[in-house]
């Protein structure tokens, strides 16, 4: 792992009172220079680490770029594309490795806004422990979407919701924050998604340890750049696997 930050401090003792964003990319190299400082301008507590899947568009040396003379940048750097449940793991283990208060997840395309860390920040302080940042939980609140995609994410969240119970409106969603806590309680060796279904089983593993669960209002904007990640596979995936986890939920093998 390549890294602009001091390497003085105790690794259990780097993140105390902070939040890490775990950053995944794979050929974001159009993104990534300008989402970066929109990030830290967000909130003073927050840092990134920048996981790369061995890019093949040089994503990966413009994190090293970043991170040479950003001390709140670091970069992980993966051998080829591992996923992106993998990916977010891997960073989360990282951050509560070195102390990290709450762990972020966010996308490097824009389609997340960091003027939401504040106030997802803020909640997990508080009143909630996993705080998810919902496209619909006031309506519908995406921009750029064709409806196909739209109708796609819509009834995911209602299947979603029927199968397992989860009482969110977008337990798809790939913002979040995570206090620390709600981490520590999870297994990661038995977290078995890697897609779509991802950001639905870390939700619910979180519902069903007793965690409080808080949404609050986004934007979401379609990528302004590069091309959507979602295939036929990922959703294939996330038909079956809800029902796994209802399954295990119900019998206590979580």
Same mark, same amino acid.
């Given at each position: 792992?390549?890294? =602009? *930050?001091?390497? @003085? $401090?105790? /690794?259990?003792?780097?993140? !105390?009172? #902070?939040? +890490?964003?775990?950053?995944?990319?794979?050929?974001?190299?159009?993104?990534?220079?300008?989402?970066?400082?929109?990030?830290?301008?967000?909130?003073?507590?927050?840092?990134?680490?920048?996981?790369?899947?061995?890019?093949?568009?040089?994503? =990966? *040396?413009?994190? @090293? $770029?970043? /991170?040479?003379?950003?001390? !709140?940048? #670091?970069? +992980?750097?993966?051998?080829?594309?591992?996923?992106?449940?993998?990916?977010?793991?891997?960073?989360?283990?990282?951050?509560?490795?070195?102390?990290?208060?709450?762990?972020?997840?966010?996308?490097?395309?824009?389609?997340?806004?960091?003027?939401?860390?504040?106030?997802?920040?803020? /909640?997990?302080?508080?009143?909630?422990?996993?705080?998810?940042?919902?496209?619909?939980?006031?309506?519908?609140?995406?921009?750029?979407?064709?409806?196909?995609?739209?109708?796609?994410?819509?009834?995911?969240?209602?299947?979603?919701?029927?199968?397992?119970?989860?009482?969110?409106?977008?337990?798809?969603?790939?913002?979040?924050?995570?206090?620390?806590?709600?981490?520590?309680?999870?297994?990661?060796?038995?977290?078995?998604?890697?897609?779509?279904?991802?950001?639905?089983?870390?939700?619910?593993?979180?519902?069903?340890?007793?965690?409080?669960?808080?949404?609050?209002?986004?934007?979401?904007?379609?990528?302004?750049?590069?091309?959507?990640?979602?295939?036929?596979?990922?959703?294939?995936?996330?038909?079956?696997?809800?029902?796994?986890?209802?399954?295990?939920?119900?019998?206590?093998?979580?």
């Amino acid at each position: 792992m390549s890294s =602009g *930050a001091s390497t @003085d $401090r105790t /690794a259990g003792d780097r993140g !105390r009172g #902070r939040a +890490l964003v775990v950053l995944p990319t794979y050929e974001e190299a159009r993104n990534l220079e300008g989402i970066v400082p929109l990030i830290l301008e967000a909130d003073p507590r927050i840092d990134i680490l920048i996981v790369d899947d061995a890019s093949p568009d040089g994503t =990966g *040396a413009i994190a @090293d $770029r970043i /991170a040479s003379t950003e001390p !709140r940048v #670091r970069v +992980l750097h993966r051998e080829g594309k591992q996923g992106l449940g993998s990916a977010y793991l891997t960073g989360f283990g990282i951050g509560l490795e070195q102390g990290y208060e709450w762990l972020i997840e966010m996308d490097a395309d824009y389609s997340h806004d960091p003027k939401y860390l504040p106030e997802m920040l803020d /909640a997990a302080s508080g009143e909630a422990d996993l705080v998810i940042g919902s496209r619909y939980v006031r309506g519908v609140n995406v921009i750029n979407w064709p409806m196909s995609r739209l109708l796609l994410s819509w009834f995911a969240n209602k299947y979603a919701h029927w199968i397992t119970g989860l009482p969110l409106k977008d337990a798809t969603s790939g913002f979040k924050c995570f206090r620390r806590e709600v981490l520590e309680a999870i297994d990661f060796d038995r977290v078995g998604s890697t897609g779509y279904t991802f950001q639905i089983e870390m939700d619910y593993r979180a519902w069903k340890q007793g965690f409080r669960l808080k949404e609050i209002p986004i934007v979401f904007t379609d990528r302004a750049e590069g091309e959507s990640k979602m295939s036929g596979a990922i959703v294939r995936e996330a038909v079956w696997r809800v029902w796994a986890l209802r399954m295990k939920g119900l019998t206590g093998r979580l």
